[in-house]
């Protein structure tokens, strides 16, 4: 039985989820390959993911498969009740997810994905793979392979590899050239900026915008806000990606000379109180705080409410005014959780078709090949990577080169030189 918030919303989901489908024709061809193969017949797949227009064609891919589908929320502020509601009702799946349920909501939703007994599991943030393991062990017997799709979630699952944890084997789909490359890079670099703009109505020209991290997502989110005519400052904590920051002429500062210039602050590092009470006591008035990581942990959301003397809330949607005890105004976005996804509408499709091509594709690898593989954190095989590649390539009307015999020949062998 699915927990969703309104089941009558259901046809303005299909209108949207059809909507976002035009723009994902990579996930559209491996849908009508699977129609045919059926890969998934009678796999059961447990989902903790953001309940968006784009995963609920994932969904169907799954289904069209032969899959049935549990799907929980990944972020409570990022689930689209209207997309849950045509999930359910056009679409045949279980969906527990309500927009903006409390913590107790969250990890209960997660659990009742779980009561399906799933055999494989798709991941968002590790919270459906740790739960399985510390309160569900039950159900480890029936799981064989999962994916998970974020630099979070993957940072975790290493960490439980290298305590003896993990007792599945699970593939790291995020560290797919197409999924972090692009996903990571131009999906969160403009759909995080959206989310800000649309809170805010703020002029990015001429503003100081200080972005914590410099990654894939960093990287794009820097290219972009540079675009918008901002300067950019950077805070990095390793001196290789600090280094490339200022090969590409961004500044880059600690964080405690950066917090005391910064307009706009963005984190985005997949750790904890990136911007803490020492940074917020000298921030400027009117500074914009969000954060575009996946836990809500890297904004230290109890400091500001500690400084501050008085809290306006929904000043503007998603956006909270902290007054401090001087007078000063910070303003949080979306509570300090996903920014894109909470005040924007994440990842434009045409982005998503191939982070979810790479899990359609991974998960009918893993449906034949699971029992080959150790309860590790595994690499999706190059050939699924390539291949989502060559199908957004056709899609968008692009040809490239191919190998000559000769070619071939010369790249392998050590006899031939110059």
């Not at 349920?101 to 399906?116: F, K, P, S, V, W």
């Not at 490359?181 to 649309?198: A, C, E, P």
């Not at 990581?293 to 230290?300: K, L, P, R, S």
């Amino acid at each position: 039985m699915s927990d969703i918030a309104d089941v009558s919303l259901a046809y303005e989901g299909v209108k949207r989820i059809g909507w976002a489908d035009r723009t994902m024709p990579v996930l559209r061809q491996i849908r009508e390959r699977f129609e045919e193969d059926r890969p998934l017949d009678g796999f059961r797949i447990a989902a903790c993911l953001h309940v968006t227009t784009e995963t609920a064609n994932l969904v169907r891919t799954l289904q069209a498969g032969g899959a049935s589908v549990a799907l929980a929320a990944s972020n409570p502020l990022s689930t689209q009740d209207d997309v849950a509601a045509a999930l359910v009702q056009e679409y045949g799946a279980e969906v527990f997810a309500r927009s903006g349920t409390d913590r107790e909501g969250y990890y209960r939703h997660i659990r009742q994905a779980l009561e399906t007994a799933p055999d494989l599991v798709l991941d968002d943030g590790c919270d459906l793979v740790n739960t399985l393991h510390t309160e569900r062990q039950d159900l480890l017997g029936t799981v064989k392979a999962g994916c998970e799709e974020t630099t979070t979630g993957v940072i975790r699952l290493h960490q439980m590899v290298r305590e003896g944890a993990l007792r599945f084997p699970v593939v790291a789909v995020n560290d797919t050239d197409t999924k972090h490359m692009f996903d990571n890079r131009y999906g969160t670099g403009q759909s995080t900026l959206d989310g800000i703009v649309r809170a805010t109505n703020t002029l990015l020209a001429g503003k100081t915008v200080v972005i914590a991290g410099f990654g894939y997502c960093g990287r794009g989110l820097a290219e972009r806000a540079r675009g918008l005519g901002a300067r950019v400052v950077v805070t990095e904590i390793d001196p290789v990606k600090a280094l490339d920051a200022a090969l590409q002429g961004f500044a880059v500062q600690p964080m405690a000379e950066a917090a005391k210039q910064g307009d706009v602050f963005i984190t985005v590092t997949g750790n904890r109180d990136v911007i803490g009470a020492e940074h917020l006591r000298v921030m400027k008035d009117g500074a914009i705080l969000a954060n575009s990581g996946h836990f809500d942990v890297e904004i230290d959301v109890r400091a500001l409410e500690e400084l501050a003397v008085d809290v306006h809330r929904g000043v503007r949607p998603q956006a909270d005014e902290y007054v401090l005890e001087d007078g000063r105004t910070l303003v949080l976005l979306a509570e300090g959780r996903l920014v894109n996804l909470a005040a924007a509408e994440g990842h434009p499709a045409a982005v998503m078709d191939m982070s979810f091509a790479d899990q359609a594709l991974t998960c009918a690898w893993l449906a034949s090949a699971h029992a080959s593989l150790e309860p590790a954190v595994h690499q999706v095989p190059k050939e699924i990577d390539t291949e989502v590649a060559r199908l957004k390539l056709a899609s968008m009307e692009i040809g490239i080169d191919t190998l000559t015999d000769a070619q071939e020949h010369y790249l392998h062998s050590w006899r031939l030189g110059s």
